[in-house]
Every structure is written in C-alpha cells, then in structure tokens.
C-alpha cells in the first residue's frame, strides 16, 4: 500500500513538472554560458539526479556541427536558438539524433528567422498549450495502469511478491507504451509527415552504409589475400632453393 501511494504522489507530482513558459525565454541575444545557465535555471525539476547536466557546452557544439541548431551570430545565441534547444531537449529523450535532424531540417528552413511568416515563437506557444492541456489525460491514464497493474497475478498471495510483481506490470505497461508511441512517431517521421528523410539525412545515411560495406568487404577479404600473399612469397622461396642448388650443381 505504501508503494502504491508513493507511485500516485509520483505521477500527481508530473503536473509540477517545470516548463519554460513561452514569456520566460529571454528576447535578448546570449551568449553560451548564459544559455547553459539559464536552461539549467528553468528545468532542474526534469533533472533524476542533482548533479546531472541538461545541457552543456559541448552539446550545443555538437547540435550545431550536426545542423541541428544553426550558428550562432558572433558567439551569441538568439530566441529562435533557445526556441529550438528546447525542442531538442525534449526529443532526444526519445529521438534518435537522425530522426530530429529529419524534424529540424523543414522547420528551420520554413521557420527560423526574421522573414518567416509564422514564428518558431508562435509555433512554441502552441505547442506548449496542447501540452499543458495533455497534463491531465497523461496522469489519468497512468492512474488507470496503476490500478490494472495492481489486479495483475491474483493468485500471488505474499505481500512482497506482490508489491514486486505490481510495480514490474506498471514499469512494464508504461515501457510498451512509450515503445508503441515511437514505433508511430518513427512512422510519421519516415513516411507521413516528413515525406522521405531528407536528402541530407539520406545521402548522410548512404554514405555511412557505402563506407561500412568497404570496410566489410575488405575484412573479409584479408584472409583471402594473405593467404595469396603467404603463397605467392612460398613458391618464391622454393624457386630460389631450386636455383641455388642448380647453380651449385
């Protein structure tokens, strides 16, 4: 009964989850170590341990050498970067770094900037509303698999075995369905929404396959070719033999 009301406090404690509420982004321009601080600032309650970093230097480096984030303007980053880092967060936990590059590429190409008619500021707001509204669904929906969890093994009698076997169906039931979320998410990147991967992406997959095929192949024929080799230097040798005993003959 404890675990059980500890697991309820845990997904009510879901709806105090911080989020960087649209007006919170700064409208300024900032540099990295203001960035990494005030991402740290704003969402320290997602953080499982105290010292765990949510985003460092080395990773927004990293997001811009993979043409996740565009440079920045003079070492400065602006309210659409701080926009897309956000974005970039949240679907890492989820996404294969391919599969938002996939998502970004439109996005930034129709979104990022001044020029563009609809704002990757707007964009956020929405979205972080439909979000909001979600909260409560997501916390009933875990309530119920809690409750079906708990009418799991019936016919388990210890209370330790129990409390075990409940806790393993809720973890377990709450696996599948973020599995089963991602098989459609992975789905609507590939095919429905984002059309073909982009060619980028393609061509950078294409190569990767290309350059692991040669590798392939050319491990496997080493052996082959050292055993020519080894073959080839012993006929050498015999026909040197064979010589030296004729010149002395």
Not at 21 to 32: A, F, K, R, V
Not at 54 to 83: A, C, W
Not at 155 to 166: A, N, P, S, W, Y
Not at 235 to 243: L, Q
């Amino acid at each position: 009964m404890m675990k059980e009301k500890y697991i309820r406090g845990l997904i009510e404690s879901i709806k105090d989850i911080n989020y960087i509420m649209p007006d919170d982004i700064p409208n300024i321009d900032l540099y990295m170590d203001q960035v990494t601080t005030f991402m740290d600032k704003k969402l320290k309650s997602s953080k499982r341990y105290s010292e765990d970093k949510l985003l460092t230097k080395t990773m927004i480096n990293n997001y811009t050498k993979n043409e996740l984030l565009p440079p920045p303007n003079r070492k400065k980053y602006s309210k659409d970067h701080m926009l897309l880092l956000i974005f970039i967060y949240y679907f890492k936990n989820v996404l294969s770094i391919s599969d938002i590059q996939s998502i970004f590429d439109p996005l930034t190409q129709r979104y990022y900037g001044d020029d563009s008619k609809v704002k990757l500021e707007d964009i956020y707001e929405e979205i972080f509303n439909l979000e909001k509204e979600q909260s409560d669904a997501i916390t009933k929906d875990m309530i119920r698999k809690i409750t079906k969890a708990k009418e799991s093994f019936p016919e388990v009698k210890e209370d330790e075995d129990r409390d075990f076997l409940t806790m393993f169906s809720f973890i377990s039931t709450l696996c599948f369905d973020v599995y089963m979320k991602k098989q459609i998410i992975e789905k609507l990147i590939d095919h429905s929404m984002m059309g073909e991967k982009s060619d980028k992406v393609k061509q950078s997959t294409e190569s990767t396959k290309k350059t692991t095929n040669k590798t392939e192949t050319a491990k496997k024929n080493e052996p082959a070719k050292k055993t020519e080799t080894a073959k080839k230097t012993e006929v050498a040798k015999k026909t040197e033999a064979a010589k030296k005993m004729e010149s002395k003959n």
